[in-house]
């Protein structure tokens, strides 16, 4: 604003020990300590709603944020019926910076730390490498009591699926054609980005090389008004 930058930190303070299953103990037998666990319960969904407030963060960028793709030079060929055909090769595959702050959140979040021997009732797994270095990658496992967690992870990237749009552009910088295409790796063509079991799993190093065939009606006149061709991610609410 004219000089001057405003800058909004958001602050998320780390996991307490209100965290914890058993919030108190009662004084009396028989009585219930109503004020005090009643305060209990509160600062907990307290610190339970800021959770939630950080993963949503974090998870309202998927997938849009969550892949990157790579878009090749496009080959306009001809099939055997004589019918023009626009091919276009792509590399679909994880952002690591996505995976770096999902990294972040979930080690901020993780409450299932139980002891060697006291499995959690829900875990998340995150495999990635970063490009720049030439290490084979990490491994990094996320222990989690709260199972709301998990559970969001896994709604969110079941309804959320990454679809590849395909936007044409005349020359006048006007949409005149959007196609989506979904990834191989997502109906189980291809190895997956992720597995939604028991145990999420994000294979953060899976990599899809691929070719969409474009195949436009009356080709001839069609071909005459494309100016620019992109692809992009998008989930399923942004397809036409």
């Not at 930190?9 to 103990?25: F, N, P, Y």
């Not at 001809?78 to 996505?98: A, C, F, H, M, T």
Request: net charge positive; proline share 4%; hydrophobic share 35%.
């Amino acid at each position: 604003m004219g000089n001057h930058i405003q800058v909004i930190v958001d602050v998320q303070v780390a996991s307490s020990k209100l965290s914890d299953r058993i919030l108190g103990v009662g004084k009396e037998v028989k009585n219930f300590d109503t004020d005090k666990h009643s305060n209990q319960y509160k600062t907990f969904l307290q610190v339970k709603a800021n959770a939630d407030r950080l993963l949503n963060q974090v998870l309202n960028d998927y997938p849009k944020k969550a892949f990157t793709v790579t878009q090749g030079v496009h080959q306009f060929k001809v099939d055997s019926y004589r019918n023009g055909i626009i091919e276009i090769p792509l590399e679909l595959k994880w952002n690591y910076n996505y995976i770096v702050s999902f990294n972040e959140a979930l080690k901020i979040l993780e409450d299932g730390s139980n002891g060697l021997l006291t499995p959690s009732p829900s875990n998340v797994t995150v495999m990635a490498k970063d490009p720049k270095d030439w290490v084979i990658g990490s491994k990094n496992q996320y222990k989690f009591n709260d199972m709301i967690i998990t559970s969001t992870i896994r709604d969110k990237m079941q309804r959320n699926k990454p679809n590849i749009l395909l936007t044409i552009k005349d020359f006048k910088n006007t949409i005149t054609f959007k196609q989506c295409y979904v990834p191989d790796s997502v109906v189980g063509k291809k190895p997956a980005f992720y597995d939604l079991g028991s145990t999420l799993v994000v294979y953060g190093n899976q990599t899809e090389k691929n070719l969409i065939e474009l195949r436009l009606t009356n080709m001839e006149e069609a071909i005459k008004y494309i100016h620019n061709i992109e692809l992009s991610v998008v989930d399923d609410s942004s397809c036409p």
